[in-house]
Structure formats: C-alpha cells, structure tokens
C-alpha cells in the first residue's frame, strides 16, 4: 500500500558521526511485534476514544473520580486501567508534529496517516481542494464491517459531523464541510459531498450525538443551499428508521430498525452544565442505547464511542470539565465492560491526541486535584514548610493544574489569583485564544479478542490492523 511506509536514506557524517549509514524511516513502523491474526476472533469491536485524553489527563481524571467518591484519590484506578494490554501511540499525522482529530481519528479507522484536517484521504490529497481527493480515497473499517454484513455504531458528545465521529463514516478534504453551507463557493459542484450528507447516506445502524443544525435549513438548522432541508426527515423515509432528539424518543426508539439521534444543535452539553430538566442522553446512557441495538445481529458490530467534549473541556482551560467529561467517559467504558463478553468483544480505549495540560507542584498527597498547591506536612523538594499553600516566585499561590498555552495566560500587569474548583480557568504560559493539542503520545488499553496486538510503541494507524486482525479479516 503506497501511503503505509517510505523509505529516507540519510548520511550519519552529516551528523557529525564519522562515516556513512544508511537508515530507515517509516511513517508507519511495525509496533514492537507483527500484528498477528487473533486465535480467538471477536465478533465485536468497541472503539472508545477520549478525545484529548494524553495520559496526564488520564491520570487526573483518576485522582478525580477518586476524590468524588471520598478517596484521596491517587490510588484510584480508572475501569480500562484494569486491562492486561497498553501501548503507547504516536499520534503526529503525515504533515504536523502536532496532530488534529481529523487526521488522527482517520489514522484509526483506515491504517493511513493522513494530512492535518482531512478525512478519509491519503496524504496525496491537498486540504480544502476538492478534485485533490479523487484517487487518494483510502479504505474505512466501518465500510469493510458493512460489507461483512456487521452492524455499524457511531456515538459522541460532540457534533456527530465533527472530526473524529465523521472519521468512521466520511471522506472530506477538509473537516470543517460539516455542512453545505461550510463548502466555499469555488469547491461546490465539484462532486464532493458535505459531512452531514453522507452521514445519511451512510448504512449505519445507529448513530448519536450532537450537531442537527447541519442536517436542517434556515429556520431550523444551518443548511442554507436548500432552505427546506431535514435530511433526517429523508433519511426517515429511505430507511424507515427512528429519528430522536430527546433521551425519552431514543428510548422509546423501536427496536429492528436504524437510529438517528440528535439531541443539541451544536455540541452536546458539558457533563458539568447538565441539569435535572436536561432531555438530553449521557454518554453512558447512549452507549447503552447503542449496544443493546447492535448486539442482536448475527454478524457482530463495530462501535465508535467519542467523549469528545473532553477536548473541549481543555481548549476552554478548564480542567474540571475536561475532568468531568473524562469521569462520565469511564462510566460509558464500565458500562460496555459489565454489558459485553470479553470472549467475543474486543474494547479499546485510547485517545485521538494530547493536550499541553499539566500537573504541577508537590501537593500533598490527596491534595483537591483541581485546588491550590499544599505541600506535604514537613515541606516538599522545593523546601516549602507545608504550612499552607505554596507560594510562586510572585508570592501567590498556583494550582496543581494548568496549561502551557491557552486563554488564561498571565496578563501584561502580572499573574491574577488563580481560580478553583470546577468551572476555574486555570493559568496558561503563553497566550492563545484557544488551548492547543500536545503532540506526545498517548495510551491504547485493550480487553478481548486480539487485544495481545496492543503493545510496545505503536504507529497511531495500526489500530485499524489491530481492529482487522481481530475481526479475522485478512490482509
């Protein structure tokens, strides 16, 4: 396959070390072992990804959970962290260091690396030019589960047309075409289709999230070419299908037929807004939904569940509700856990990317994750007594969380008294309007059928072999 590895011959002399070897470099390198055939094939596969989830989140949002439930917190363990089998992911796509979800999430579900911002495309294709598609359409798992007569599940908290939930379904040269409205005029008519479409011209069996402005038109949605559309309404007709936009209809949904639920017109509600009053599903309770709709055919399913507002959570620099996200993203993951046969199911848990979040300090143990610096009683290495919170070299107090870009940059005039609790803005290095991704690697868990694939440091896009050799599916 012309996009899975390239060949770099390199001079050693240049580097100044004597005489001249010739090296490879692979864009993607075999993990630490061939993917090998499972002895056991799953008939299922549940794709979990956390987006934004690098490990410090990981191992926030484990300290978290575990101070909600009146622990200190560190020695609590995280549902997935349970499972026999981690690797490490590199996530960089084919051109930044630094990745997006697009290519990352793409890397997933076709084995290729890809341009920063695409979807479904080799790295041959250019961003945003529509005719620099044709010929460099790479493969979807989820097409290859449908052809194998699987069923097809797509779940998220953020819009089901954003990057990472449209990576299972959509081939796009650039992301942002969640809608027709989003492609430029000089790039309509040229046989490329928006997100939004070819979700409901997709075979899926169910699929929940966010984000029905772009299946409707003006009054309703975002669509603005055809100032009457509902594509749900359509994709009703052609399918016979349920279409829900509320927790009650998704419930009430009969079985034997597809699902369409589209419960906020943008993003879905932060786990930390939530309400009583609130119609909307939780992660766990779609993931549910999902499941018990997929496990009855005989062929088996592939299911994609995002938490995608955990990225979210941290580009706004606010940790607590990255934490809240990734605390609801566990329940999901337990559900799947207690619901499914680890015999027949294989679950991975991974993330799409980092984020440049931090924890800092030496907090006591058991310190509030999301509060000021307090040092263990007697002092910590920096010598503070412990007698209260420690002190920056500005004489204020700084919290064990924080950012190394981001909205809450200290001002010209000097650093602000950080914030606590939840909703905080934590502090930031540098300022951006947005917190940006971080671009070291990330952990893949896995439990089930192939999960023995799941080891050493892996390229990003070999989970879709793991995924394949897991299903039995040759090469």
């Not at 390239?6 to 390198?29: H, Y």
């Not at 996200?325 to 559900?335: H, S, T």
């Not at 009683?377 to 920056?392: H, I, Q, R, Y």
């Amino acid at each position: 396959m012309m996009f899975r590895s390239f060949c770099l011959a390199t001079c050693a002399a240049t580097l100044g070390l004597g005489g001249c070897t010739a090296t490879v470099a692979q864009d993607a390198p075999q993990a630490a072992a061939p993917v090998a055939a499972s002895e056991q094939r799953a008939r299922n596969v549940i794709l979990f990804i956390g987006d934004g989830m690098g490990i410090s989140t990981v191992t926030a949002a484990r300290i978290y959970a575990g101070q909600k439930q009146g622990q200190t917190g560190e020695e609590y363990v995280l549902p997935f962290e349970n499972f026999d089998h981690v690797a490490l992911v590199k996530t960089y796509n084919s051109n930044a260091q630094v990745p997006d979800s697009a290519g990352t999430a793409s890397a997933m579900n076709t084995g290729v690396k890809t341009n920063i911002g695409m979807l479904g495309y080799g790295p041959g294709a250019t961003l945003g030019d529509c005719a620099s598609g044709k010929g460099n359409e790479v493969p979807l798992v989820s097409e290859e589960a449908r052809d194998k007569g699987k069923a097809l599940g797509i779940v998220s908290t953020a819009r089901i047309t954003h990057a990472t939930p449209a990576a299972v379904y959509a081939r796009s040269v650039s992301r942002n075409w969640e809608g027709d409205s989003e492609i430029p005029e000089d790039q309509r008519g040229l046989g490329c289709m928006d997100i939004a479409r070819q979700l409901v011209e997709t075979p899926f069996d169910v699929a929940l999230g966010g984000g029905s402005a772009a299946f409707f038109g003006e009054g309703k949605g975002g669509r603005r070419l055809d100032a009457g559309a509902d594509l749900p309404g359509e994709w009703t007709a052609k399918t016979g299908g349920t279409f829900a936009t509320s927790m009650d209809e998704m419930t009430a949904a009969p079985a034997g037929k597809p699902l369409l639920g589209l419960f906020s017109p943008s993003h879905m509600t932060f786990t930390a807004d939530r309400t009583p009053e609130s119609t909307e599903p939780t992660l766990t309770d779609m993931t549910a939904t999902a499941v018990g709709r997929l496990r009855g055919d005989p062929q088996g399913y592939y299911l994609m569940v995002e938490s995608g507002r955990i990225d979210h959570g941290h580009h706004a620099g606010q940790a607590g509700y990255a934490l809240e996200e990734a605390v609801e993203f566990a329940r999901a993951i337990q559900w799947a856990i207690d619901n499914t046969d680890p015999k027949e199911t294989l679950i991975l848990v991974t993330a799409d990317h980092s984020h440049v979040f931090t924890m800092a300090g030496y907090p006591r143990r058991g310190n509030d994750i999301l509060g000021l610096v307090v040092p263990p009683a007697g002092g910590g290495e920096d010598g503070d007594t412990g007698d209260g919170p420690s002190l920056a070299g500005d004489g204020k107090p700084y919290t064990t969380l924080g950012y190394g870009n981001g909205p809450g940059a200290i001002k010209p005039g000097g650093r602000e008294m950080p914030e606590t609790g939840v909703a905080a803005h934590q502090q930031a290095a540098i300022p951006t309007g947005s917190e940006t991704h971080g671009g070291e690697d990330v952990a893949l868990y896995a439990n089930g059928p192939g999960a023995q694939n799941v080891r050493g440091v892996m390229e990003q896009n070999l989970i879709y072999d793991v995924i394949r050799k897991a299903f039995g599916w040759a090469d």
